[in-house]
């Protein structure tokens, strides 16, 4: 709803114009009964932005989807952003997000959660990496989630693999 904007400087559009551009863009979706998923949450945790901002925004991103008509939502949650983040602070966000946005939810708008592991999160380090995405995954796992994005170990050093994204996969089982 706010980034690739003048506010992050990554587009042309004002603020006004991009919240207005993406409540159509929700509306046409919804029109078409297509699911939404806004991962606006995130860019704030990804940039270092206070958790209290990360967890109105998942919940004013929620808010505009349900006012646009929108029947399923994805609700992603990225774990371990921003990097360092302990676990219990970590999970105490999402479940935070978690509790505004199923707010919302009623029998013409489904949420359904979404998770990941955040490559921020990921040390360079072979062994070290898949430890990450194993214990991020367990972790992830206290939100009873419907889909879990497996993430490859290897995507913070570069593109994964055929092979990676199985044993990915794996780990991530």
Not at 13 to 33: F, G, N, P, Y
């Amino acid at each position: 709803m706010y980034w690739y904007s003048a506010l992050d400087g990554r587009g042309p559009r004002s603020l006004k114009d991009s919240i207005s551009e993406s409540q159509k863009l929700m509306q046409w979706h919804a029109e078409r009964s297509v699911p939404v998923e806004v991962n606006e949450s995130h860019h704030w945790s990804l940039r270092d932005g206070p958790d209290t901002i990360a967890v109105a925004t998942a919940y004013l991103a929620a808010y505009n989807a349900r006012a646009a008509g929108v029947s399923d939502y994805i609700a992603q949650f990225m774990f371990n952003t921003p990097r360092g983040t302990s676990f219990v602070r970590d999970l105490g966000k999402i479940l935070a997000k978690l509790q505004f946005i199923e707010s919302l939810a009623d029998e013409d708008f489904r949420i359904w959660r979404q998770v990941r592991s955040g490559l921020f999160s990921f040390p360079p380090e072979t062994e070290m990496v898949r430890g990450q995405l194993a214990s991020s995954t367990v972790l992830q796992m206290a939100t009873d989630p419907h889909i879990v994005h497996v993430v490859g170990y290897s995507e913070a050093d570069h593109a994964a693999t055929a092979d990676e994204v199985i044993r990915s996969c794996r780990l991530t089982h």
